[in-house]
Every structure is written in C-alpha cells, then in structure tokens.
C-alpha cells in the first residue's frame, strides 16, 4: 500500500519482492491512477511529459499535482498528424509561471515547486488575473487590442494570463510560443446567447465585439525565461548517480524506497506528502536529490482570501472592463449589451426582426426553430482570442482562451 506506514517500510534493510506489487502498479498509486486499468493512461501521461521536457537536457524535479502533461495533441486541425513541440528551453520560465510553479536552481538540478503567488497577480484567484489585467489598460491600449496585435507584444501581465490559458490552445504552450508560427492576439467582449430548441436542447452562440483582425505576419519573438545557469553538484565521496532517464512519473515515496535501496540513505519526510505525483527525469547526485527533495518538502506560506469581498470587486471591475472594450464595438453588439446590461432578454421573433444577421448565422430553421416567443437569454463576457499560423502555414486557435463573465459568488454550503 501507498499508506501512512511509510517510515516503517522504509527503515526496514529490504522488503522481499513478493509482498511488494509491481513497479507499474506502484506507481499508479502513487502517482494518482488509482486502478489497474488506468495503466495504459498512466503510459501516455508519462511520455507526455517526457515528451514536454525532452529538450531540457539537466536534471529536473517537478511537482505535478493538479497539472496535465504540457503538451498535447492538435484534433482541431484535421491534417496534422506530427508529434507536438516539446517546451522550448529558451522559455521554459513562462511556462512554469503559467502552470503556478517557481523554478529553483540547485547544484546538480532544478526543482519546480509549487507556489500560491503570482509574480504578476499577487494572491488574485486566477480566474481574476483576466479582468485585473484588463482593468489596468488605459482607453488607447485596450483599443489597439480589439485591432489585433502580434501575441508577444502583450506586456508581462497579458503575457502571463495567455501562458495560463495555453492550456486549451491547440498544441499547447510549446505551440502557442514556436519562435516559427505567427500568433495574433485580441481583446473583445461577446455576448453569448442561449435558446431552448423545440426537442428541449440548449443551443448556445457567440457573438463577439469586434470582427476577426489581419493575421499579423511577425513571426513569435517572446522574451526569453530559460533556467537559471547550471552549476554541477559539489563533490562528495559517498555520492552515487541515480538514474531517471528521460524522465518518469512517481512519488516522494517511491524516490525515498531508491534512495534507501542503492545509497542507504534514509529520508524521513512528512507522511502528508507520501503520495505526492512528481515527475523527474536525468541523473541526480544523490546528495543533490536530497537537497531537491527537501525544497520540493517546503510548504508555501499560508494565503488568506477574502473570497466574497475578492468577487464583489470583480463584479465591479467587470462592468468598467466590457464598457472600456464594448464602447468601440459594432453597432449590433452594442444594442444587444445594453440589452443583457440592464437584466433583459429577448425573444426569438425580436431577434430574427432586430439582429437578423445574428439569428441567419446561427442557422436554426424549420423543425430546429424555437418557437417566435421562445425567450433568448443574454451573458456578457470579455476575453482574449489567439490565433494565426504554425511553422507549416496551418491555421491555428481563433477561440477565446481566456474569457470571464460577470463575477457572481457562488451559492453557500447548504444554503
């Protein structure tokens, strides 16, 4: 078992093959894949990551918990067919901004860790940096986005809201910031509109402020986060390598059951972290390991949020940002925003008779129609859309990435 027994199975000289399950298996419950079946799952994630970090060449401890694999494949454009971009050396600081991990360099290795605040944000709930960042641009900065702007032009704020968002971009971070594509960034509010269909479905549309700008044809030129410089571990006579490879998935306990085994070195850690996931990867002095394993174990000083007071004032900031984005919108945006600003809807028949372009596009005819006093319910949003061209000329994103409607708190327990 992955259980609190830990410091026993540890301290005990060699615990017969036997009774201990396969290495698969271990690691499955160790690393968050609770059940035999899940082992095929577990194989592709760790060559995600294996994937994602094959270009980083040192060795590499990285706290998993709550992170998927950093790249991924692209289903949304149907002749692609290569492997995805591993994360690019030259910018793996952005990336482990986005995901919420610091970078510490040690000698012999680096630990990504874990942390709570953002460099940019402070302790703002993540789902707020969005708003927060776009509260902060003035009138003329908010316009030139709705124009449309190479996405390595945003500032470090913009920058760190899109890295977070990469996520849901096909590809992925490493293909959102390819030195070789050409990525176009927009700032726009939407309006999404919701019908009930005839047969009791949900039909839901988009409608955004501003029309879809020029490509930009500047290639990606982010600025540079690579690791910290490397420096070797210190020299120790009883150190020994330890072998990860190009890297695998595991757990503090498991890493503790290798160094007890081919070093004789028993760590003694809080039981709390036992079936933490970590991924790791090249060869560790087992001296500098312990050091990695120990800043890993650092816990990150408590953060207090006022949660309802932190939503109210995003429900503020929410209505100065549509406004500062929406006033420069077209003309049918703006009357519908006044519409969902002042609480109302509209119904199917106000809408194929005021917004008949929108209710064209959204294509409901015939049998599929809602009836004419079926009741269109109206949400305002702002967000940022990517899209543009891979290094093959592809077409790529053109969704929001990062979008927020209006803050609203969410019911109390048992309430």
């Keep these: 078992m992955c259980g609190g027994g830990v410091c026993h199975a540890l301290a005990m000289v060699r615990v017969p093959a036997s009774i201990i ?8 419950a160790c690393a968050g894949y609770s059940r035999p079946q899940d082992l095929e799952q577990f194989k592709k994630d760790e060559q995600a990551w294996q994937v994602g970090f094959s270009l980083i060449e040192q060795p590499i401890l990285l706290d998993t918990k709550g992170l998927t694999p950093p790249i991924t494949a692209n289903p949304q454009i149907a002749e692609r067919n290569d492997d995805p971009l591993p994360l690019p050396p030259s910018h793996i600081g952005l990336w482990a901004q986005s995901v919420g991990r610091r970078v510490i360099g040690l000698p012999g290795g680096y630990v990504f860790h874990h942390t709570i605040v953002s460099n940019e944000f402070g302790s703002t709930l993540p789902q707020f940096w969005i708003l927060q960042w776009i509260n902060s641009l003035d009138q003329s900065q908010a316009e030139l986005l ?6 390595h032009s945003l500032d470090s704020r913009g920058r760190a809201v899109m890295n977070r968002a990469s996520g ?3 590809g992925g971070f490493a293909e959102m910031m390819n030195p070789q594509g050409r990525m176009t960034t927009q700032l726009a509010a939407s309006i999404t509109l919701e019908v009930t269909l005839p047969n009791g479905d949900s039909s839901r549309r988009e409608v ?28 120790n006579p009883k150190s020994i390598p330890l072998e990860f490879g190009k890297g695998q ?14 070093a004789r070195i028993l760590l003694r850690y ?13 060869t560790w002095d087992s001296y500098a390991l312990i050091e990695a394993i120990r800043r890993y174990h650092e816990s990150e000083p408590l953060v207090a949020v006022e949660f309802e007071d932190q939503y109210s004032m995003f429900a503020s900031v929410f209505e100065s940002t549509f406004d500062k984005v929406a006033n420069s919108g077209e003309d049918d945006f ?9 609480g109302q809807s509209l119904t199917w028949e106000q809408l194929k008779r005021d917004f008949p372009k929108i209710a064209e596009e959204w294509d409901l005819t015939g049998d599929s129609a ?16 990517v899209f543009g061209r891979d290094q093959d000329n592809r077409y790529m994103g053109g969704a929001f990435y990062s979008h927020s409607h209006k803050p609203a708190l969410p019911p109390r327990p048992g309430s």
């Excluded at 709705?146 to 996405?151: D, E, F, K, R």
């Excluded at 703006?334 to 002042?342: G, Q």
Aim: proline share 15%; hydrophobic share 30%; aromatic share 8%.
């Design 370 to 385: 809602p009836s004419p006093q079926t009741q269109v319910r109206l949400e305002r949003g702002v967000g940022m859309k």
């Design 168 to 170: 849901s971009f096909p």
């Design 334 to 342: 703006r009357k519908l925003a006044a519409l969902a600003e002042s």
């Design 21 to 28: 399950c396969s290495l698969g298996c271990w690691l499955i």
């Design 249 to 262: 998935l595991t757990s503090i306990y498991h890493l503790a059951r290798q160094m007890y085994d081919e």
């Design 146 to 151: 709705t124009a449309g702007a190479p996405l």
């Design 208 to 235: 955004s402020s501003h029309a879809v700008p020029q490509e930009t044809q500047v290639k990606n030129d982010f600025p540079p986060s690579p690791l910290p410089p490397y420096t070797p571990p210190p020299l």
């Design 270 to 282: 809080d039981p709390r972290h036992t079936n933490d996931p970590i991924f790791i990867k090249g």
